[in-house]
């Protein structure tokens, strides 16, 4: 059954939780979907148990520190496993274009130089364009330009391989031009950075992002079945899954799911 694995439910400033991150897979190899911000990755990689071994692909959304930092960790760590004879063939991130350069550059800048020489021989940085199909395995993506207002930034849609498509937006919120891959998709992976009665606190829309209400009234509008509400603020941690609940059923009577670090939801 494929599952999804929650590494960081956090915004870009959390400190008592991660920054949004996780991993799509069928049990077998593990797709890896942006990384936070820093080498905490590492520890929550080994906390679930994940075998990074059977981790070939990666998705990065975007340039920002919470989301791309976590990545050269990443790659730091499959390399080292390369030159130590525990990892086989080769790591993928699929990007696009101008990010794909960015983390090359901040790779040759910043790891071993016996790391560095893998990069184009067995660890990839691969550009992707708007519309674009990848066969990232475990799943065939469908990548789309997000049309963010600040950096540029991707998501996708995946084929699940119980049926029906996964969605992951990004961490901004949704645009009308991302309709022909968000309405209809079983699963839709959604930031929402607070509350909708707490926007007056926490200003979401000052910073390009949106709240548990306006994502489950778009997660409603699109007929989605299913919901998962993450990138958000941790003032309220302690009760976060209730209050982010409580008021989203206002909105959406589906599937919703408001998930902590470390827990694994099944698709």
């Known amino acids: 059954m494929d599952r999804l694995l929650v590494f960081g439910t956090g915004n870009a400033t959390v400190t008592e939780c991660y920054n949004t991150c996780f991993s799509l897979t069928d049990g077998k190899e593990f797709l890896l979907v942006d990384a936070g911000g820093g080498n905490g990755i590492l520890g929550i990689l080994k906390h679930m148990k994940v075998p990074v071994e059977r981790m070939h692909h990666a998705f990065l959304s975007h340039r920002h520190t919470d989301h791309m930092l976590g990545m050269v960790w990443v790659i730091r760590l499959i390399g080292t496993m390369?030159?130590?004879?525990?990892?086989?063939?080769?790591?993928?991130?699929?990007?696009?274009?101008?990010?794909?350069?960015?983390?090359?550059?901040?790779?040759?800048?910043?790891?071993?130089?016996?790391?560095?020489?893998?990069?184009?021989?067995?660890?990839?940085?691969?550009?992707?364009?708007?519309?674009?199909e990848v066969n990232a395995v475990p799943y065939r993506l469908t990548c789309f330009d997000i049309h963010s207002d600040k950096t540029r930034q991707f998501g996708f849609s995946a084929v699940l391989n119980g049926g029906g498509r996964l969605v992951f937006l990004g961490d901004e919120p949704y645009r009308d031009a991302c309709e022909p891959y968000v309405r209809g998709a079983r699963w839709l992976l959604s930031e929402a950075f607070c509350l909708h009665s707490q926007a007056d606190v926490f200003k979401p829309y000052e910073k390009y992002h949106s709240t548990v209400k306006d994502a489950c009234e778009l997660a409603a509008r699109m007929n989605i079945p299913n919901l998962v509400l993450w990138h958000t603020e941790d003032s309220n941690l302690a009760c976060r899954r209730s209050l982010y609940s409580q008021e989203g059923r206002m909105y959406y009577s589906g599937n919703l799911v408001i998930p902590d670090d470390a827990d694994i939801v099944g698709l």
């Open 82 to 132: 390369m030159t130590q004879d525990r990892y086989e063939g080769t790591f993928t991130v699929y990007c696009h274009r101008e990010l794909a350069a960015d983390l090359e550059c901040l790779v040759r800048m910043t790891l071993d130089k016996r790391v560095v020489r893998l990069v184009g021989e067995r660890i990839f940085m691969v550009p992707v364009e708007d519309g674009e």
